[in-house]
């Protein structure tokens, strides 16, 4: 049995609160931060195996999550930044999401260097210059991260914007793994889950403010944002929007 690790959030103690077998082939442990609740699995020793495929074939809706998230960002610049300025979506996957946002006449750029960028290429960019974007995206990436602290620090260097998108651990926490689909361990790649305490803790240890919609969709930042667009009317306009479409086929 492993002891339980340090919080990859705060460094203090954790507790073991799951058992689950990884990539239906390793039996692992999931410990909770005392303070925050984080979610972490043990140290991840089988992401070579789990990342074979960057993309798992359970993530049958990566295309509506890019056609929504651009439709929120899309307001969320609108109401904060201006669209000349330059924006970095980091994990992109495919470059679905830059290619729909550089469509919408936004200066977007592409970087995930783990995965074949099929539809932004003229726009894949390496990260190494700080501060060179206004924004950086990173949209179910959090959850496949590690170490979250080193890499919201590494992305705050590009940008005093982090906008990302996870789901948050819920409330009251599940008894068990089966009873949340998001832990996902036949893939071995969500190590990381988080609360909206923890992902508030990692903010103010990088000096910025967390801005949330409770759910699913976060932003750390060093300026004052308005994120009320990202609340829960937009979200239930786009379902609705969804639904005609749908409707209409």
């Known amino acids: 049995m492993t002891l339980p690790e340090c919080s990859r959030i705060t460094g203090g103690p954790t507790d073991v609160a799951y058992q689950a077998k990884i990539l239906d082939k390793y039996e692992i442990q999931y410990f ?21 495929d960057a993309i798992t074939a ?22 904060n930044f201006q669209p000349q300025e330059r924006y970095l979506d980091f994990g992109g996957g ?22 074949q960028n099929l539809f932004a290429k003229e726009f894949e960019v390496q990260v190494e210059e700080p501060g060179k974007y206004t924004l950086v995206t990173a ?7 590690v170490d979250p602290a080193k890499q919201l620090k590494q992305l705050l260097e590009l940008a005093d ?6 789901l948050i651990v819920p409330e009251p926490p599940p008894k068990d793994v089966d009873e949340w689909w998001y832990f996902l361990p036949q893939t071995g790649q969500h190590v990381s889950l988080y609360t ?10 990088h000096g910025a403010t967390l801005y949330t919609n409770g759910k699913n969709l976060h932003c750390i930042s060093r300026r004052p944002i308005n994120f009320s667009i ?18 209409d086929r």
């Open 139 to 145: 949209f179910e990436v959090f959850e496949h991260l």
């Open 94 to 115: 495919y470059g679905v999401f830059t290619r729909l946002m550089r469509d919408r006449g936004l200066n977007y750029f592409h970087c995930d260097p783990h995965c």
């Open 58 to 79: 359970q993530d049958s809706g990566l295309l509506q999550r890019c056609i929504t998230y651009a439709e929120i960002m899309a307001l969320l610049i609108k109401a």
């Open 32 to 52: 909770r931060c005392r303070e925050t609740g984080f979610i972490q699995t043990e140290t991840p020793y089988w992401l070579d195996e789990a990342y074979r």
């Open 196 to 205: 909206v305490k923890a992902l508030d803790h990692l903010a103010s240890s």
């Open 230 to 247: 990202a609340g829960d009317n937009l979200w239930a306009k786009l379902r609705r929007r969804l639904h005609r479409v749908l409707s």
């Open 161 to 166: 914007t982090v906008v990302f998108s996870t």
